[in-house]
């Protein structure tokens, strides 16, 4: 496994391996992917190897512009033309009907594929050089942190990966939002920093929001992010509503834990037991730190990591669904 600083060279080096079907680590706006061929079964069965991942997920291509939609897409519907010419690039993938080229590989075995234009220059250079579609789901074992640093990267996959292109912090943080427009109506598959609301006004149409975002196993898994639990830490992570924080921080402390906590408002104070970080107040800069916060209190072995419920508003809903796929209810 190489890290490299983004240049030319290094660009260049990410094409020839991803031409012989190897895994490349890239950053996008969102969080950093782990790449591959997406026409290239071998290479993307990598993917799932260097995970843990089952072969049912599938996973999103990436691609450099909605002028590649119909390299992969059998139908390009009008609303994911719009959808298109409204976010990307940017954190949105579009779920639509596959060509019969694309690999069930990428699929999950499924007849749809999820595609999205990143909103990064690595990634928009390493796309334009490539010349085709880059499977990617994020560059973590399965289930685990998100990676929103090449550290992390490196740290997770180490040698599973074959070079890890270096962009520095990923700028929103969460994962992408995810529509599905193989069907008549447009559903929402994953939040995400784009709302809901946001579409609905793009489409100028209701936006179903299925039973299968509150209760992840009752569908199947028809794109990334549906497992009811994900994105998680190894040390048990508690997310606990404001009122309630201290009453169950000194029922801990009481236990003779040692604990970590990442809050939102409230004010806790460290002692030799209790590490303490606080995030920022706004959404954006929230999402942008909670991946890398998490692993850093999971780096440190606490017995638990206590996480403050964050607003439960519509801004915050990807943000408070991460979170609640990465942690246990509060006691």
Known sequence: MKLLATNNSAIEQAVNLLNQGLL???PTETVYGLGADASNPKAVARIFTAKSRPANHPLIVHIADSACLSDWAEEIPDAALKLAERFWPGPLAIILNKKSHVPLAVTGGQQTVGLRVPNHPVALQLLREFGGGIAAPSANRFCRISPTQAQHVAEELG??????????????????????????????????????????????????????????????????????????????????????????????????????????????????????????????????????????LDHQQFDMIVVEQPPATEAWRAINDRLNKATVAYL
């Open 159 to 296: 040698d599973a990966v074959d070079l890890i292109l270096d962009g520095g912090a990923c700028q929103i943080g969460v994962e992408s939002t995810i529509v599905d427009l193989s069907a008549a109506t447009p559903r929402l598959l994953r939040h995400g920093q784009i709302t809901a609301l946001q579409i609905q006004e793009a489409l100028q149409t209701e936006l179903i929001i299925p039973d299968s975002l509150k209760h992840p196993q009752s569908e199947e898994i028809r794109a990334p992010g549906m497992m009811a639990v994900h994105y998680a830490p190894q040390t048990t992570t508690l997310l606990c509503p404001a009122e309630r924080l201290q009453n169950v921080i000194d029922r801990l402390i009481a236990e003779n834990k040692k604990i970590g906590v990442m809050t939102y408002q409230s004010v806790i104070t460290e002692t030799g037991k209790i590490k303490v970080l606080r995030m920022p107040e706004a959404v954006d800069t929230y999402a942008q730190y909670m991946y890398a916060s998490l692993r850093e």
């Open 24 to 26: 490349v680590a890239f």
